[in-house]
């Protein structure tokens, strides 16, 4: 049989489950934050996956994916392996509705951290510390930045072929090559071995049903697919996405546009308009390829040059 595992000094047996403190730290008014891992263990042997969002505090989206999953009944049990959800990494930032910690550091460009620097490098250093070591690889939530509103994706760096085809079982919508950012978690694990993909959907502060669901059905897709639950799910068909970019407004002015969210579009399609309020000027956002609308900017009032939408075209 396999052995216990160690979290911060807490050992988690084989067929345990079980709520574990994996970093904590103090605020100025001497509360103590408690960050919690939650783990389920098999009592037979297989991978140890990490499910964590709340890197980023408004990015609920996430979170809500978390919660549903750790109550889901399917991984109360789980056949094989061991599977540790954090609902939450960034609980602070989480209090306050906000992306960053109170210093104003992206915890995600604060890894690997150490013990003794700023907070975001004491969280980064626990969770590389008494997480990574354990884990054989990881799905990390995140959602669009302040009004940046994404479509299910998955982000993950096509050159590890190791990450194209875990992606591939968890099935979501989009698959999207993104290359890795200095300080980022995902970063950092790489170096380890351990791939970490990113899935985006929806935009910060506000619940996307649709993301919540993708991201739960592709969480149990990927559980299910690797033999650690027994569930019952269609498997989607997933895009992969070659080629993105944003197109940026040539004018400004008032944004629209009339496709669907994640729908695909045709080459010199007019897929948007930029008009001045008095109906002066009309500007028309003409497709430069065949692709799919895979990100969209949902601030109605556009600068010249603001991002409008994120397209990304097929591989
Ligand atoms: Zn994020």
Request: aromatic share 8%.
């Amino acid at each position: 049989m396999h052995r216990e595992i160690i979290i911060n000094g807490t050992a988690v047996l084989p067929g345990e489950n079980k709520q574990v403190v994996f970093s904590k730290y103090e605020l100025p008014s001497q509360s103590v934050i408690e960050t919690p891992a939650y783990v389920f263990r098999s009592i037979h042997e297989g991978p140890t996956i990490l499910l964590s969002s709340g890197m980023h505090g408004e990015e609920i989206n996430g979170i809500e994916t978390l919660r549903q999953l750790i109550k889901h009944e399917s991984i109360q049990k789980p056949l094989r392996g061991t599977i540790i959800a954090i609902p939450v990494f960034n609980i602070v930032s989480f209090i306050f509705s906000q992306r960053d910690l109170p210093d104003g550091r992206d915890l995600n460009r604060c890894f690997p951290g150490t013990k003794t620097g700023s907070l975001g490098s004491r969280i980064a250093h626990d969770i590389m510390h008494n997480i990574l070591p354990l884990i054989d690889f990881g799905v990390d939530f995140h959602t669009g930045g302040a009004r940046i509103n994404n479509y299910p994706q998955l982000r993950c760096v096509f050159d590890e072929p190791k990450n194209i085809e875990l992606a591939k079982l968890f099935a979501p919508p989009f698959i999207i090559n993104s290359p890795y950012r200095d300080g980022s978690f995902r970063m950092e694990a790489s170096k380890f071995g351990k791939s970490i993909l990113v899935f985006e959907a929806g935009e910060s502060l506000r619940f996307s049903n649709t993301a919540i669901d993708e991201g739960l059905q592709g969480c149990l897709r990927l559980l299910k697919n690797l033999h650690m639950i027994a569930i019952d799910l269609p498997h989607p068909h997933t895009i992969i996405i070659g080629k993105d970019k944003w197109l940026r407004a040539s004018e400004a002015g008032m944004f629209r546009t009339h496709k669907k969210f994640g729908a695909f579009f045709e080459k010199e399609e007019v897929i948007g308009t930029i008009s001045d309020p008095y109906n002066k000027n009309e500007c028309k956002l003409i497709a430069p390829d065949n692709g799919f609308i895979i990100g969209i900017n949902n601030k109605p009032v556009v600068h010249v040059g603001e991002a409008l939408l994120h397209i990304g075209i097929e591989k």
